[in-house]
């Protein structure tokens, strides 16, 4: 037994030298080169990699990078978050205290005056706002104004001498395959450059946008930040991935900056957003009703309804029109037209390029601001009131209910007039979605509504 031993303890140690050995003299391994408080830094690979033959060796990105990166800041958001809790606060009661949350991402430097822009989520509920310049001097924001549908925010700083800054480009100009630069500051890492192609535009991603979509990485913190052409122009503002990780794996998406120049343009003028609208709706081509009808393989965009008083309306745009053009922009998906409909505001006019009948028409449109919402929390769509419908409900104010989820039909809603919502009045649309956005999901909402009779009633949901 003790031979058996002392045979297994030496095959043990021979394989411990073994292994050793090889660790030492033959194995390449990866090595941590740096790392700090923030985020770890590996060495993925100890070859040198030549940029000949990769095809970006004639693209010359530095002129657009020296620009950028100067113009491009970091902005930090506190914003008051409860603390957790004790276990004496358990049996003796709870005391409520605020404890400050950091957030940071990145913004874009628009005028010599200090006018930034940012995603609204970088900014959204901060209760204090910093930004820090490449030159590493920091000064105390405010905010302008913020479109939270686009996630874009305007904020502004006080400076006594010119900031530098990106000017607007064209979007609608931006090609598939164009070298872009992505300018942030990802994992608080300042003026970080990454460079890419863009690899589609109009790209919707659920939330009835338009999107351009490039394979430049860009991580966390660099939200806000810019993407730029090789001249310097800022053509979007880096948005989103799509990650399982929550890092990027591919491909990022910005806002365009032609829809981003409209909102901030709004907001100076306005401190709002007006949003305009031609007055269609679409069908989903993945439906089965546009499966059996044959218009899910349809190059363009199918009119499935003509919204009343609208410009489609007075324009004479009818049900069953393709648009496939509108001001020489191709139009393929409806979330192309939404794009570029995103730029214009309430009274601009549009040259609508459609297919009828197998005939091809040019339709000039007015643009006109959006009269239809779908509501928040209980997802119902209503309408401002017409004049028709002020006289019909005898009624000034209220929005009409056109539609209602498919849990909600057998209350017979459709149709009647919201006046109020939890004792708030509503006077349009806009109150409207002021109002729904404040429901909780978890209280009680009560609705007043009329009918065409004039005759109210309170609906309660819970």
């Not at 021979?14 to 050995?21: I, K, P, R, S």
């Not at 990866?30 to 700090?36: I, P, R, T, W």
């Not at 164009?178 to 460079?195: D, I, K, Q």
């Not at 909780?440 to 309660?460: A, C, F, H, K, P």
Request: no cysteine; aromatic share 8%.
């Amino acid at each position: 037994m003790k031979k058996i031993g002392g045979l297994f303890l030496v095959a043990v140690m021979a394989g411990v030298f073994t292994l050793g050995t090889y660790k030492i003299f033959f194995e390449k391994s990866d090595s941590l080169v740096y790392q700090n408080e923030e985020m770890p830094v590996f060495q993925t690979s100890s070859s040198s990699i030549a940029a000949s033959g990769v095809g970006i060796d004639e693209v010359d990105f530095t002129n657009a990078a020296e620009k950028t990166v100067n113009a491009v800041v970091h902005v930090k958001s506190i914003t008051s978050g409860r603390s957790p809790g004790n276990l004496m606060e358990f049996f003796y009661g709870y005391q409520e205290r605020t404890t400050p949350q950091v957030g940071t991402g990145s913004g874009v430097i628009i005028s010599p005056d200090g006018h930034i822009v940012t995603n609204n989520h970088v900014i959204a509920q901060a209760t204090q706002l910093s930004v820090t310049l490449n030159n590493n001097k920091t000064y105390e924001a405010t905010v302008v104004g913020t479109d939270p549908t686009s996630d874009i925010a305007l904020i502004k700083v006080e400076t006594e001498e010119p900031l530098p800054y990106l000017v607007f480009g064209d979007s609608d100009n931006v090609k598939l395959g164009e070298w872009v630069l992505a300018v942030g500051n990802p994992f608080n890492l300042t003026s970080t450059v990454t460079a890419g192609i863009v690899s589609a535009k109009a790209r919707n991603l659920g939330r009835n946008q338009s999107f351009i979509q490039t394979d430049a990485a860009v991580n966390p913190g660099n939200s806000g930040g810019a993407l730029v052409n090789t001249n310097g122009e800022l053509v979007g503002i880096n948005t989103a991935i799509t990650s399982q990780t929550g890092s990027y794996i591919g491909y990022s998406f910005a806002v365009p900056s032609n829809i981003a120049r409209k909102i901030v343009q709004d907001l100076l003028e306005y401190g709002d957003v007006i949003k305009g609208v031609i007055g269609i709706r679409t069908v989903d081509p993945g439906s089965e009703y546009a499966r059996s009808n044959g218009i899910d393989q349809v190059d363009g965009v199918f009119i499935g309804e003509v919204e009343e008083d609208s410009g489609a309306e007075t324009a004479g745009l009818k049900n069953g029109d393709v648009i496939k053009q509108i001001d020489n922009i191709r139009i393929r998906k409806f979330a192309d037209l939404t794009g570029y409909i995103a730029t214009k505001s309430p009274g601009d006019m549009v040259d609508v390029e459609l297919e009828r009948d197998g005939e091809m028409l040019i339709v000039p449109v007015e643009v006109r601001e959006r009269q239809i919402l779908q509501l928040p929390v209980l997802g119902f769509t209503v309408k401002n009131l017409s004049e028709q419908d002020r006289e019909k409900y005898d009624t000034p104010l209220g929005v009409k209910i056109i539609g209602v989820p498919e849990n909600s039909r057998k209350y017979g809603l459709e149709g009647k007039v919201i006046v109020e919502v939890d004792g708030q009045e509503i006077r349009d649309i806009k109150d409207a979605r002021k109002y729904f956005s404040a429901i909780s999901r978890y209280g009680q909402t009560s609705i007043t509504l009329m009918d065409e009779n004039g005759e109210r009633e309170r609906v309660i949901f819970q």
